[in-house]
């Protein structure tokens, strides 16, 4: 028998004859051969040393050198060795929710300084203390608008992400809402097609600043006229880019969300990532989640405690603005820390240096014959390109040669098979960019 499971030959043949069968196959006699998993042949067991060695083998294979030059909302950013050193600190392995405000007040203040470093980083006067990801977040606040408007009408921008669009209907496909999308034009924002949908029906109007394409945009003109009509602007950010852009705050927009992890955590495979949430105060208590506060002990000392917890848990059940739990908010701790040791000149060098970048690749690959860069919207980190060949194709072609060329804009928009998505950021050298363009250079022509 498996030394880590307790039961004996003699307590499974106890517990088979208290049910009725024989055998343990019997339990599956309704399950045609054919059709059962064939996944428990598991082998010997082996010795510490020999797994280790083996999940190293294994671990060998994943090492493809592949340089990067992709990101669609995630981002190979370099994580100070501090980050990792301070966020693996036994302090902070605690129980996810600090119930006990007397026995967690270090982490309510990391998340309470998160919190502020939100606010400071958007603009904005409130934030949560974190959510699951980017795209849950937008959802998150796209119910915030239904509920503080009681409208049911929502306008979606084209450049904001496909995977939060979808994520969006597929959180709320058997509610009631109506989505209105809207197209982009020359890479930004269609402001006619905007003012056409936008109704007394309309609760928000979503937008992404920089958007999927990579534009950046001021959309204080259309969110001046969403208010106008009563509506919420929601706004989902890359927050590296506020480093240096105008904020949503400044642009008014009412709630903010964004991907956080580019705020010092690696890619990881896909997670755990973080989601962000800042609003204006009027809508405090509609936010989900959980928001850290300040206030004073019996003693009349600095202190913090979980405040206005609107979940489902804590309120009743019809007053509950989301049943979100755990949110990984160590990850969040872990965003403060990148967050503090950067600091406010740190952040916006960081940006100015990704800005740079990534106009030296615009450069780099506009000298390519047959290809265009796109510069009819001003970008961040991120750009367009079109393509003399299918982007797919010479994506695939690319890996060959040691590189993560780009996301092909066809994947999730029908006619722009030619269009290619490059990132570029801090990590990114000059000569592993004129590499990259080299390497496209003779995939397209050779």
């Known amino acids: 028998m498996n030394p880590f499971i307790a039961n004996t030959p003699k307590d499974v043949e106890d517990m088979l004859r208290t049910i009725g069968v024989r055998t343990i ?6 399950i045609k051969a054919h059709q059962r998993p064939k996944s428990f042949h598991i082998p010997e067991g082996k010795s510490e040393f020999e797994v ?14 592949l340089i990067p030059f992709i990101g669609c909302g995630f981002y190979d950013h370099y994580v100070p060795a501090a980050v990792s050193a301070l966020i693996s600190r036994g302090e902070f392995m605690t129980a996810y929710t600090p119930y006990q405000p007397e026995c967690s007040q270090g982490t309510l203040q990391a998340l ?4 502020s470093c939100i606010c400071a980083l958007t603009g904005m006067d409130v934030a949560n203390a974190s959510l699951y990801d980017g795209g849950t977040a937008l959802y998150e ?15 979606m921008d084209g450049g904001v992400s496909p995977i939060y669009r979808k994520i969006l209907k597929s959180y709320t496909s058997n509610l009631n809402i109506e989505f209105a999308e809207t197209p982009v034009a020359h890479g930004q924002s269609d402001r006619a097609q905007i003012a056409k ?3 007394e029906k309309t609760a928000a109007v979503i937008l992404q600043n920089p958007n999927f394409f990579g534009a950046v945009d001021d959309y204080s003109d259309i969110i001046e006229k969403a208010h106008k009509q009563g509506a919420l602007a929601i706004v989902s950010v890359y927050p590296i880019s506020l ?6 705050g400044e642009m008014g927009a009412d709630i903010v969300t964004g991907e956080g992890q580019s705020l010092g955590l690696s890619l990881n495979f896909g997670g755990p990532y973080l989601g962000l949430m800042a609003a204006k105060k009027e809508f405090v208590r509609k936010m989900p989640g959980r928001i850290v506060g ?3 002990d019996t003693a009349g000392r600095r202190c913090f405690v979980n405040t206005l917890q609107a979940r489902e848990q804590h309120i009743r059940r019809e007053k509950a603005t989301s049943n979100i739990c755990t949110n990984v908010a160590l990850c969040a701790v872990q965003s403060y820390i990148f967050m503090a040791l950067l600091g406010k000149a740190g952040l916006k060098e960081l940006a100015q240096l990704n800005l740079e970048k990534a106009e030296f690749a615009r450069q780099a690959l506009s000298k390519i014959k047959g290809v265009e860069v796109k ?19 010479v994506v695939a072609k690319m890996i060959s040669r040691g590189f993560a060329a780009g996301f092909p804009l066809g994947r999730y928009y029908t006619g722009m098979e030619n269009y290619l998505l490059v990132a570029v950021t801090e990590k990114r050298t000059k000569e592993e960019i004129e590499r990259f363009a080299e390497n496209l250079k003779e995939t397209l022509w050779n």
Do not use: C, W
């Open 141 to 155: 606040a796209m119910m915030v608008a239904l509920r503080a408007t009681g409208r049911n009408k929502i306008i």
């Open 243 to 248: 480093g240096i852009l105008k904020t949503p």
């Open 197 to 199: 949908v936008l109704d």
């Open 52 to 65: 280790l060695e083996q999940m190293n083998r294994l671990a060998t294979r994943n090492a493809s050198g």
């Open 375 to 393: 510069r009819s919207s001003p970008s961040f980190n991120e750009f367009t390109v079109h393509l003399p060949q299918d982007a797919s194709d």
């Open 25 to 30: 196959d019997d339990l599956f006699v309704d």
């Open 112 to 115: 309470y300084e998160y919190q």
């Open 294 to 296: 300040q206030t004073v």
